[in-house]
């Protein structure tokens, strides 16, 4: 891999060249604001509005908690970032990968290859710290990004689906008759896995960074973090012992009014069992206003069509790649 790598400052310097952190935050985060805004749903929005935030400080660990990555690359056309990629282990950290993520080369360089040579820049970082494999998402509507990606040699794991329900709709009436639901407690988390399991292969789940953590719903420490946070969060399991058929979690932002679910309907389900975790999903959040919903939806035609049947629009589809080492 042909990458170039800025070594000269000054008037001429263009390149690649590794972030850095005490002087690069508030270009990347204009960057990353001009190759995203339009496209953000009202939490990537309050996400972008941190990491403003932490870019008008300076200070690098505002900024880790404002959702921005401490390594990474930028591209540099004299005394201006043009390209930033960012860069960071995934989690679980036993998987042994790295997740690239931001990749946005500004409108007026674009078709330059700076696009191709961060991802070659990263891959070559990953491979020098002995990592296993390296992951990302794409846009399934950006056939130039899909094609750098399959040329470097990634290959499609998985996808899903990112569906928006604008805000403002009135919430409908929860079909069928409700199922008996409990409420998820800390220790249901491996209910949760192996729901996610039989719904996501192992290699998109290292992407998408599924670990029982994201599962561990309840608890005083959960609860007061959401609360600080101010927010609210529920979460609930249907099955039979010890064997969830469908899960569902409910978090709402108060703060920047927007509604957050995620729901896990094993494929043997199907469509009832889809729309039964749907339906709970309206019954849990309808007495919240009807500020928009975000849901990032597996790739399971029934539960797709029933989040359509209740309002949702497709926001976006994203691809799942990885590229093992």
Known sequence: MAITIQVRTG?????????????DLPAI???????????????????LAEMRRAAQHRTWTAAINGDIDSAGFVWIEG??????LSLRYALPGQTRGQIIGNV?????YRGRGIGRALVEAAIQAVQRQDCRWVGLEVRADNPAACALYTHLGFQTVGKQHHL???GGL???????????WRTSKPRDSHLWMRLADAIYPPRQQWVLEVRPGQYTFGGLERRLNRWLAGERE??????????????VSVRTDKRSRFHLWDILAHPAEGAAGARAAVAQAVRATRHFPPWPVIIFAADQE???????????KRHRALVQMLLEL
Request: net charge negative; glycine share 10%; aromatic share 8%.
């Open 11 to 23: 008037a001429q310097a263009r390149g690649v060249r590794p972030v850095d952190p005490t002087r």
């Open 29 to 47: 985060v204009e960057l990353v604001a001009l190759g995203f805004e339009e496209e953000l749903d009202p939490q990537g929005q309050k996400m």
């Open 79 to 84: 005394e201006r970032i043009v390209g930033n």
């Open 104 to 108: 946005v080369v500004h409108p007026d």
């Open 164 to 166: 928006l329900r604008p």
């Open 170 to 180: 009135p919430w409908p009436e929860a079909v069928g008759a409700p199922l008996s």
């Open 234 to 247: 529920g979460a609930w399991l249907y099955g039979d012992g010890e064997e969830a058929r469908l899960a």
């Open 302 to 312: 029934p539960l797709v069509q029933a989040l359509f049947d209740m309002g949702f």
